[in-house]
């Protein structure tokens, strides 16, 4: 009786160690949020035009962190570079205004979408960013929002 009682209690303690449990990394869809207000992206600089572009993005209350800035494309989305494309993104706010986030060429694939992340930090309720053209001259166009764009992801 006692041999069959540790054989169940063995048994019992396999079953449940070797029980389906939900992994903690299971990947959770992010909210992406585009900037108000904006519809397309122009950028440009040479030696008499420099054209940057301040993106605005308001983050809800309880918006779990961190905050990732993205560039989102689907396939074959048009993108129109120039010169030397490199485009520096700026703190424009926050804890340190200036401050160089990260930059990026922006670019989309032709037969499949394009999902890029451009630096993460800490979510706050407004988020000032600026982009600008890092080299001496050249041009960035392409549409913004509906699905494309520079985006801000949060609560992944």
Known sequence: ?????????????????????????TKRACTQIFPAGVTAIHLAKNAAINIQQDLAFSVPAGAGGPCS??????????IANSGQALVDVVAVDGPAPGALIGS??????????TFRTINSFACRPNI?????????????????????GVALTYSC
Do not use: K
Not at 17 to 23: F, I, K, L, N, V
């Open 69 to 78: 800035l993205v560039a989102t494309f689907p396939a074959g989305f048009p």
């Open 1 to 25: 009786m006692h041999f069959t009682t540790l054989l169940v209690t063995a048994l019992a303690s396999t079953l449940a160690a070797a029980a389906p449990t939900t992994p903690s990394n």
């Open 104 to 113: 990026i060429t922006f670019a989309s694939d032709p037969t499949a979408p």
């Open 128 to 148: 000032l960013l600026r982009l600008r053209i890092s080299g001496a001259q050249g041009a960035v166009d392409f549409a913004e929002g509906n699905g494309a």
